[in-house]
């Protein structure tokens, strides 16, 4: 495959990944529902915002839907052939599609969206992910504030499976 040809499926595989990461589905269910979570609660268009404003089903929608765009991203570059280190950054764009979405305006923390690239990616790793969060919430007793312990086993898990490079 000619190198631009092979450029131009990298964009359009990127650019994929941004868009889709830009569907907010706070905003879809809010309008579902008759209501936008940017003018209530935290005025963030995420699930947690959702779910206070909306009920469980919300949050459980806006969760699904937010983490299945991670993993679209993820399991697209998976099924198009990329090498691992694109399609990693295929699902930080749709994380950060999230954060700063195609459409402008105030985009979400990224949390749900990045849950299922990490698990689309490696589950294996993601079983990390889950296990230092459980770990570090035990005295810590808030999720935000274990996210950092959930990642560090997460890198680690990637890197005791072989994905990670050791050197």
Do not use: Q
């Not at 092979?6 to 990944?17: K, M, W």
């Not at 699902?91 to 700063?100: D, I, N, P, R, T």
């Amino acid at each position: 495959m000619p190198l631009d040809t092979l450029s131009l499926h990298t964009l359009v595989y990127l650019a994929f990944c941004w868009a889709v990461g830009s569907i907010l589905w706070a905003r879809v269910v809010g309008r579902l529902l008759g209501a936008d979570p940017a003018s209530g609660g935290s005025g963030n268009p995420g699930a947690r915002n959702a779910g206070r404003l909306f009920g469980a089903g919300a949050f459980i929608s806006v969760f699904a839907g937010d983490a299945m765009k991670g993993a679209a991203a993820v399991l697209a570059g998976l099924y198009l052939g990329h090498p691992e280190w694109l399609v990693a950054a295929g699902g930080s764009l749709a994380v950060l599609g999230h954060v700063f979405p195609l459409s402008g305006g105030r985009g979400g923390k990224g949390v749900s969206a990045w849950i299922g690239a990490a698990l689309a990616f490696s589950p294996p790793a993601f079983t990390g992910f889950a296990v230092g969060i459980a770990a570090s919430l035990l005295p810590l007793r808030s999720v935000t504030l274990a996210m950092p312990g959930g990642f560090a086993a997460w890198t680690a898990a990637l890197w005791f499976s072989g994905i990670l490079p050791s050197s």
